[in-house]
């Protein structure tokens, strides 16, 4: 519905008024952008020990205990666990949730890497995944692997590249023995990466292949979840951008991409078309997009600003970023919405800010420009805090899909993500408050359905560097 483009004067306003924490480079990337959070800064430079004890619920059910979530961060390496320490208030039983199927007792790793995407020649990382992006995003962008909660994913990324000309950067989903689950890679190139020339030296041209055959079972292996999958699905694009300012007050990058989403070939879901045929057939599609990317020093580390703007136009079949944050949740969901997704145009944008290195928000916003249920808007908000005021500590983020309604645009429902946590630092090294989830649980049936996790707790925080 059109009344969703009420939400670009309050994108365009957070614009105006915010900033993101996104170091002056004197560098040869084509581009830095990125509104996950995951960015070298002040705030992700310091190793903790942490460890929080209260009160939470989890699937209906009431634990207390705590979470041991140690952090190490020693210049390119990093390194993070997160043990859960929790017993039932009922029946005094152990939780164990969180270690069972799949990856199990890998999921204690929260994250391993070693250095930092588009600033090092080597990156790379393996746990818990969020806010992925390959290339320029028109395929992968701010995908997560993990949708639920208690059910966190150990998948992989990288991002290799030689003599700043030859890369290739991608990712993997889930490392679990029953399936190939989402696979995507992008060999770059940047021909005059080695020149001295201004601005060309900073072209790259890159080619995305997508691949996801999750055939993960819902329950005793007896049924698939994602039975749309059972041969397969593939997506394809290439990409290509610039650097056109590279100052320190200003980075200012240009892209265009095209990309493909093949024809998913599947007997249960021709079968499902049989008896509901979708109302723009049954085919691949495929988009265009160009934009422009900004990261803006606006006073120095007090007010910084990164910015996002890209136009899209997408045939029948499509939809643009496919593979994002609410991917995981269902899959079928997805693959059946192509039936019915029409030739659209649409806008993305993003908006992330810092000011003086405590506070982090922003946003981002996939517009069509006629809204519907066949082809919904995507919306998410982050915030971030490092000891404001030096006692107050705020973190949230937000992810709302499927929405066609400005006024659903905050309603926690199954197409919603939160986190929201509020503390407060009673002495430098013990903190108090409440983190609140809404989240996907996954049934004993293997499908997942909303829920919402409270959890007041006093946690020590000691910081090791």
Known sequence: MRTLYYLIPVFLLTFFTTSKNTLAQEQTSSFNFDNSFTSLSLMDSTSYLTGALGITRIGGQ???????????????IGFGLDIPLYFNLDNGNFYSDEFKKDAGVLRLISYFRYGRKKQDPVFFKIGELKGERIGYGSLVNNYSNSVSFENRKVGFTYDIIVKKTFGVEGLYSDFNLESFNLFAIRPYVRPFGQSDIPVIKTLDFGFTFVKDKDHTARYSGTEEKNEFLSDGMSAWGWDMGITLINSSFINL???????????????????????TPPTQGHDSGDGFGMGLNANMNVIGNVFRLNAR????????NYLPQFFDAIYEVNKDAKILALGDAQKKQGIYGSVTASFIDKILIGGNLMLPDNVSETTPALLQLNLRTQDLFDKIIIEGSYTKGNLTRVSDALKFDSSSLALMRFAYKINPFLVTGVDYRWTWIQGSDGNFR????VTPYVAFRLPLN
């Open 62 to 76: 009431n634990y207390a205990g705590m979470r041991f979530q140690p952090e190490l961060n020693l210049g390119k």
């Open 309 to 316: 703007i890209e136009r899209l136009w997408y045939s029948s």
């Open 253 to 275: 990058a240009a892209y265009m991409q095209y990309s493909k989403l093949n024809k998913v070939k599947s007997d249960s879901l021709a079968a499902f078309y049989a008896t």
């Open 450 to 453: 909303a829920d919402n996790m």
